[in-house]
């Protein structure tokens, strides 16, 4: 295990050997592979310490080992082989999943007309001991409330459709850092915590929902039975989870349906990860907290489900023949693309300084442009 022996310093860098394999994605972003494999190598470390009877820490640290690009006529470049090891929490395989849901979040929105609005609703409820016990208790609440929330008249009446997401942050900050003051500085005022103070929610794990909303028009055209007040917003949250206090909630309209900011920001965050590795890799914690908080999360999260569609969502998702939005099978389908390959890059991860970097292997270009000249792509 030598080659997972990482530096977690705060400070270190994920962009790192930009010039290694770096791929847009559907929304034009630059993605460096680089980053999510370093990331990979040094959670796999802590899960061998974590979970030492499961293989999956072994599958993680060579997750992406080698990867096949293709260019297209168009000069579009797409995966067309590769090993993922599926993990839940591998980081590399965490943003493929994102990826799949994004594409299928956005191919179902285009479907709708002008007469459609959508909502971005953000639903909290308070934080959590990182337990196994406590976070699975805590999905089953969070699941329940849904239901309980999704079937009240006043929903129905409004929501014809939904697709949500659980996210789940854990806290091992020991210590208020700057930028945590900065984000969060009316919350620690309040509380008179400054920079430097002891973290009152050190180890806690911060559960809530993000749900993109289908609405009609008359939402906004005529208030009244058609509309949800944000007072009204938090009473029916705070009766679904049955609480004694009144739950943080944000509730905005998405002005732009057809693929604006507005609209791919609201995606990009209700698709973004279930569990951020970054809670785990970057904060001022011992390697032993991160591993005692990573045994925890895998325990509490096994078996459970992040995501759903609902209503005319769902309806559409079945229409498009959409896959189950869950499944990883179908992330190792590498499709050849319509379009013409023209050139095609071999990558293999090159176990080296500051955690490795993708480099171009020749051997795996030549021997794969045989395979797609012999079949004709």
Excluded at 76 to 105: D, G, T, W, Y
Excluded at 309 to 333: A, P, Q, T, V, Y
Aim: aromatic share 10%; hydrophobic share 35%.
């Amino acid at each position: 295990m030598d080659n997972l022996n990482f530096d977690f310093s705060r400070n270190q860098s994920l962009s790192q050997s930009i010039d290694g394999l770096v791929l847009n994605s559907s929304s034009g972003r630059p993605i460096s592979f680089d980053s999510y494999k370093r990331q990979s190598l040094r959670l796999s470390r802590l899960m061998a310490i974590a979970v030492p009877y499961k293989s999956l820490w072994f599958n993680m640290a060579h997750c992406g080992d080698f990867m096949i690009v293709g260019k297209t006529s168009s000069g579009e470049k797409r995966i067309l082989n590769a090993n993922f090891c599926h993990a839940r929490l591998c980081p590399m395989c965490q943003q493929r999943r994102s990826a799949k849901a994004r594409a299928q979040v956005f191919e179902i929105i285009k479907h709708y007309d002008d007469d459609v609005r959508f909502l971005f609703l953000t639903l909290t409820l308070k934080n959590v001991i990182c337990s196994a016990e406590a976070i699975s208790s805590t999905f089953k609440l969070i699941s329940s409330a849904w239901q309980r929330l999704s079937q009240r008249s006043v929903f129905r009446d409004v929501v014809h459709g939904y697709y949500k997401s659980i996210e789940m942050n854990v806290d091992l900050n020991m210590k208020i850092t700057s930028d945590m003051y900065e984000r969060a500085s009316e919350y620690y005022k309040a509380r008179n915590i400054s920079i430097g103070d002891d973290n009152p929610n050190f180890f806690n794990v911060h559960p809530h929902l993000h749900v993109i909303l289908a609405v009609n028009n008359s939402y906004f055209v005529r208030p009244g039975r058609s509309y949800i007040s944000q007072k009204k917003w938090v009473e029916l949250w705070r009766d679904a989870l049955r609480a004694d206090y009144d739950p943080i909630l944000d509730i905005r309209k998405i002005t732009d349906l057809h693929g604006g900011s507005d609209t791919t920001s609201a995606v990009l965050e209700v698709t973004k990860y279930a569990t951020k590795p970054s809670d785990i890799l970057f904060n001022d914690a011992s390697d032993e907290i991160r591993i005692c908080a990573l045994r925890e999360i895998y325990e509490g999260i096994s078996g459970k489900r992040f995501t759903s569609f609902g209503g005319s969502m769902r309806h559409l998702h079945k229409l498009c023949n959409l896959s189950d939005i869950e499944d990883d099978s179908d992330l190792d389908d590498f499709d050849i693309p319509d379009e013409k390959v023209v050139d095609i890059e071999g990558y293999n991860w090159d176990y080296g300084v500051s955690g490795g970097r993708y480099v171009r292997n020749a051997l795996t270009e030549k021997m794969y442009k045989q395979l797609v000249k012999d079949r004709g792509y």
